[in-house]
């Protein structure tokens, strides 16, 4: 089975019924997790229970991409019988950053650390990472494996780096925090996401990281006025299968 799943689709804080950044990537049993931020752990849980995935892949420290970082690490420090440190690969920043909340628990006892690679094997996938702009340090990830090309723009800012990270994507997830002319080099809105799509040459394009509150078929349409393939808005529980 070959299969993202939609762990939760805001921005910046989770609005009610949905949860912040995350995304469950699984491979022929393989189960690759990108991002756990605020409130995605419960819905990790319906498909991994107890925290049972095989990699984890941080793009950044801001909390709506890994505060749930320490539920996963309390549910497997936990666990009846503690298994193997579970790798996890981020930017730094990011262990100090979840490692504050736990004042008793070490997350090295949990977590395997690593930098974040380029061209690097994670189970059945190779793993790269590219920075791009965003507030804090910042990766932009692309997960391939015969048959599937994924490519996840975390909630950086555009940069001619998304093309090629997004080269030829089965799957381009996008964040897509603004809307209308709004701009920041550090977000991009949700037209930047199809343009970065379209110059890519990704054959779908998943918008999230959404504002909460915002009207996200207008961020649908604005998408599709620059990128001609088909644009999702994602919601909590959306699965694609590859
Ligand atoms: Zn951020």
Redesign the pocket.
Known sequence: MRRLTVLGTCGAWPEAGRSASGFLLEYDGFRLVLDLGYGTFPRLSERCADGQVDAVVVT?E?P??CADLSALCRARYFAPERGARLPLYCTPGVVARVQAMEPTEDLFDVFDVHPIPSDHRVGPFRLDTALLP???P?AGVRVTAPGLTVAYS??AGADPVLARLAAGADLFIAGATLQGTAADPRLMNAADAGSWAARAGAERLLLTHFWPGSDRTRSTAEARSTFAGEVIAAEEGMTFTF
């Open positions: 950044h801001h709506d991409h965003h507030h804090v910042h975390g909630d």
